[in-house]
């Protein structure tokens, strides 16, 4: 990830800059700086000691688009005149860039009406992007959502859609599980989640589970299907008795099954003579429409920031946990780093508070169950203060 490292200065000469915000610091000194530049907004971490600082974004919040990083800190050790001691910022002009067009937030799913395709298909984690490209470009009239946190795939990816002068795919670096329960229900033609982590030692974190089956059997249309495949015999035992759950199931499983196009992984486990276990299930169902469980807006009065604390608070079926809280130099704002929801697919965000208002960066939550009751205690709690 881009960062610089530079000879120490005065750290308040960042306020000088016109995309630098805001400068807060928290009760252990450590800083932060809110950047708002090119409609993107996150936060940079200042780590400093006598020597030296580092200046880099945090993983919450930090931009897809690692170019716009590479400038804000370019600018900064430009225009204020800084000695650089270590750096990763540098650029080519020759290399094809990232086309941001294609890349979505989580915003641009609520309420999500896709009129101009005749179809909507999902790959979860699509990695190098080679089977979500493929199936892109054999049917341009569909519309493909890749769903990937590993930022340098997205950025491949987003690189090859320009090349390939595709318009049919949008690309967005979230949870899978948690845009699944935001998405209209009965509006995808068929999901992929090909190869994903096995995660034996931590099977918490997998991407199928129970409540992912029934997000995708309310999201897919009537004869939609859930495509897994995995060269994992533990996960494919595992997701067998998952798809096995329902009262009414129909799935088939089919071993070592050619597809148009593999990736580059596959082909390496295939030479290997590995098996590649498919399991595909699909769904006969209509489901009741999905109604947005809540909104996330704050109305909060006589805002008294030195009664807010950090702290973990524990509920039956959700959590919040309040990890950094950063003051501004007046003291009259501040920006809170928060972890919340549920307890397996938790939000992390920070709140931006300022002038009895507050605001989630760098997104709003999805609006699940566990996250409206976690903003509702966070009301209760900013309203306290």
């Not at 915000?21 to 940079?44: D, H």
Request: hydrophobic share 35%; aromatic share 10%; with cysteine.
């Amino acid at each position: 990830m881009p960062h610089i490292k530079v000879a120490p200065f005065e750290i308040s000469k960042l306020e000088e800059l016109e995309f630098i915000k805001a400068i807060a610091k928290s009760s252990q000194n450590k800083k932060i700086a809110l950047v708002s530049k090119e409609k993107e907004e996150f936060i940079l971490l200042i780590k400093e000691d006598l020597k030296s600082f580092i200046i880099k974004p945090d993983k919450v919040s930090r931009p897809v688009n690692i170019e716009l990083i590479k400038k804000t800190l370019s600018e900064i050790i430009t225009k204020l005149h800084l000695k650089t001691l270590n750096s990763n910022i540098s650029t080519s002009s020759k290399k094809p860039q990232a086309d941001e067009k294609y890349k979505k937030s989580i915003k641009d799913f609520i309420n999500f009406n896709p009129k101009n395709f005749e179809g909507v298909e999902l790959e979860v984690g699509f990695g190098s992007g080679r089977h979500l490209l493929f199936q892109a470009k054999k049917r341009p009239k569909r519309l493909f959502i890749g769903v990937e946190i590993h930022t340098p795939s997205i950025l491949q990816v987003l690189k090859q859609i320009k090349l390939q002068n595709l318009e049919n795919i949008w690309i967005i670096n979230y949870d899978a599980r948690l845009l699944l329960e935001i998405l209209p229900s009965n509006i995808l033609d068929q999901i992929y989640v090909h190869f994903p982590v096995p995660w034996d030692k931590k099977p918490h974190r997998r991407v199928i589970n129970l409540e992912f089956l029934n997000q995708a059997i309310r999201t897919l249309k009537v004869d939609g299907k859930l495509e897994l495949r995995t060269d994992s015999k533990n996960y494919y035992y595992y997701s067998l008795e998952i798809f096995s759950s329902p009262k009414k199931v129909d799935f088939r499983v089919q071993k070592n099954r050619d597809l148009e196009i593999i990736s580059k992984y596959e082909a390496r486990w295939r030479r290997q003579n590995k098996d590649i276990y498919t399991l595909t299930f699909l769904n006969h169902q209509k489901s009741s429409p999905k109604e947005l469980e809540c909104t996330f807006e704050f109305d909060i009065k006589n805002l008294n920031l030195d009664s807010l604390k950090t702290k973990k608070e524990i509920f039956e079926d959700f959590f919040i946990n309040i990890k950094e809280i950063y003051y501004t130099k007046d003291k009259k704002g501040a920006i809170v780093e928060i972890s919340f929801g549920n307890f397996e697919k938790p939000e992390h965000k920070y709140l931006i508070l300022e002038a009895n208002k507050a605001r989630y960066l760098p997104s709003i939550p999805v609006p699940t169950k566990a996250s409206c009751k976690a903003h509702q205690k966070l009301k209760e709690i900013l309203c306290q203060m």
